[in-house]
């Protein structure tokens, strides 16, 4: 078993930043994916951002390229996510997942294995 607790989430201004922790705990493994993941109200859960367990990897959804960074650390087993430039459309309950096993971040959701309870982002314009 692995459990994943997200921290970090609240409320900011439009143009304001935010960062996302996820930490680790449980069953450890070789290989893994970290990955973020949105779900706004009345929207399906989306993919924002993944990082493999080395850190090689990288992968980010279209909506937060260049405004979003995905980071790790290992010794800590907690992921990070730092969000920049927010937008309203940003809000969004965020969750935190492990894809075990994986080599490289995957972008759906049934490929993950785990998943934390999710912080609140909201964004105000």
């Known amino acids: 078993q692995v459990q994943l607790v997200e921290s970090g989430g609240g409320l900011v201004q439009a143009g304001g930043s935010l960062r996302l922790s996820c930490a680790a705990s449980g069953r450890t493994f070789s290989r893994y994916v970290m990955g973020w993941f949105r779900q706004a109200p009345g929207s399906e859960r989306e993919f924002v951002a993944g990082?493999?367990?080395?850190?090689?990897?990288?992968n980010y959804g279209d909506s937060v390229k260049g405004r979003f960074t995905i980071f790790s650390d290992t010794a800590k087993k907690t992921v990070y996510l730092q969000m920049n430039s927010l937008k309203p459309e940003d809000t969004a309950v965020y969750y935190c997942?492990?894809?075990?096993?994986?080599?490289?971040?995957?972008?759906?959701?049934?490929?993950?294995?785990?998943w934390g309870q999710g912080t609140q982002v909201t964004v105000s314009s």
């Open positions: 990082i493999s367990w080395n850190g090689i990897y990288t």
């Open positions: 997942a492990a894809d075990l096993g994986a080599v490289a971040p995957r972008t759906t959701l049934r490929d993950y294995d785990y």
